[in-house]
């Protein structure tokens, strides 16, 4: 087994990986759509309306001689070859803070330390498991998948074709029943019988009862309408549905499930995909992560407009007409309408955040009426928090002064670094994020 380690948004040179050359030419200046269809599960969501990794990000560049990892996180295998690619806050051998957010952001039983998926039989496995409910109520927002389905019936009430081969096998000598077939709309097809065969799988795993109890209702719609469920039937459903991927775009939900359902369902220690020769894994975008854990401390406070799920949309402007153009998302806007906060979370060092970073926030607070604004950011280095004024005046006329009532705010929410174990590592997590809401 060969293992390379590496940090997100860093450089290293590409002599360091020749020990993994099949996973480095798999994913090397691709972008993440043209992985869509290997066994690599890309999270939070669909390729082409993602909130965090967009379909034309990379996972590994070639700059000169080194190679650049972006914001992605997660694991990726090819036979024994394997990388694992940590974030960039992480300190020590084990990289706890992703495990933290992953487990904060999903709201998982636990977490599979990334470094011992590969050491131990079907740890990656776990950590698909985990989010299935996730994806699960998902698709089920948009109701059960219904599709036309062709079943076989032996009766005397003829509605469909007739089976002349079955029914010479079933009814030799003839009693009054003919074998046809007809064509149905039924909510018990290859989809959702793809659904109950993983749902069955999970639930004899040891976490199956912990991972199936926040879906409860939806298990149940799945059960009720699978009436044709037989667990021998496992591998012709995995079959159908390899060759049979959900192409509508209306359905993109299910079309995630499904890719996740088979994944699960096609294990074999560490592979995941359809042939042994296949890159897989699984991958998170850390600048969504970093935000959506920022959005379950402070949510009570703050609104959160996602962009790419087109929720909480603003305008810059209005047109003398009355139409409103100019189409913003802020990430937090305070929810307190007399003393309004603007807050950008920022995966990134607190010496990274600038420039555009602060005509974005600038423009978001003069639209809102903001006197104050923020960025969230992991301080993983000790540094204190930067207050920044916003001045007035101008150099030509020698008058540049700060103002007072106007001012941005880097603030740090604190990532330990001396922890003795993961349990350690989240207590200390805890009073960081104490400190850190105290001080907005």
Known sequence: MKLIKVKGNSFRSSDEFSEIPNVISSILDKTVSELEDTGIFVFPNSLKEQEGITEEQTILNKVGQEYYSSNIMGFLGYNEENLIIESRFSEGPQDYFFQYLIENVLEIPYVIDLNTIINQDNKIIDLFIFIFPYYL???????????????????????????????????????????????????????????????????????????????????????????????MDKTKVIMFNNKRPIRHAYYKEYR??????????????????????????????????????????????????????????????????????????????????????IADAKYKPIQNIGNKD?????????????????????????????????????????????????KVIKLGLTIPKEVIDYKDFSEKMKRSEKEFLNKI
Request: aromatic residues 14%; hydrophobic residues 30%; contains cysteine.
């Open 137 to 231: 109520k998902k698709a089920m927002r948009k109701g059960l998948f219904k599709q036309y389905t062709r079943n076989e019936y032996n009766n005397n009430n003829v509605k469909g074709t007739i089976d002349i081969q079955r029914h010479i096998k079933k009814n030799t000598p003839f009693i009054g029943n003919i074998a046809y077939s007809q064509r149905e709309f039924s909510y018990d097809n290859y989809i959702l019988q793809l659904i109950r065969h993983t749902i069955e799988f999970i639930k004899k795993r040891k976490e199956g009862v912990g991972v199936l109890s926040s879906i409860k209702n939806e298990v149940k719609e799945i059960r009720e309408v699978t009436t044709s469920y037989n667990h």
């Open 256 to 341: 995630e499930l499904q890719k996740l359902c088979l994944i699960i369902l096609q294990r074999h220690n560490h592979y995941i995909g359809n042939g042994a020769e296949k890159i897989h894994g699984i991958l998170f975008d850390g600048a969504w992560l970093w935000e959506e854990y920022i959005d379950t401390l402070v949510n009570a406070d703050f609104y959160h407009p996602k962009n790419k799920g087109g929720n909480g949309a603003q305008r810059l402007f209005s047109r003398q007409s009355g139409s409103k153009i100019g189409l913003i998302y802020p990430d937090f806007i305070g929810r307190n309408q007399e003393n309004r906060i």
């Open 358 to 406: 602060y005509l974005q926030v600038l423009a978001y607070m003069f639209r809102f009426d903001a006197k104050a604004g923020y960025y969230f950011y992991p301080n993983h280095n000790g540094i204190g928090d930067e207050i920044l004024y916003l001045n007035q005046g101008l150099t030509y006329e020698k008058n540049v002064q700060k103002r007072e009532d106007i």
